[in-house]
């Protein structure tokens, strides 16, 4: 299913917000990245932080698909 942006952008606020679902987001570089639970989401960029303290942060350019499932 193809949406906009900005619901693309409510959408991915919404479930990282919900700490219940596992998110695997496909990058245009061809990367795949599984955030874990400790996510948020500032401004237009995803935020995860790991278990060890490493921190990333993902613009929503980037972002090619995303999958959304429940934990």
């Known amino acids: 299913m193809r949406v906009t942006d900005n619901e693309f952008r409510k959408q991915l606020r919404q479930y990282i917000d919900f700490r219940g679902i596992d998110i695997i987001l496909h990058l245009r570089d061809g990367a795949v990245v599984e955030l874990d639970k400790n ?33």
């Open 39 to 71: 996510r948020c989401m500032e401004g237009d960029v995803v935020i995860q932080n790991n278990r060890i303290g490493v921190r990333a942060s993902i613009h929503i350019a980037e972002i090619r698909r995303a999958e959304f499932f429940a934990a």
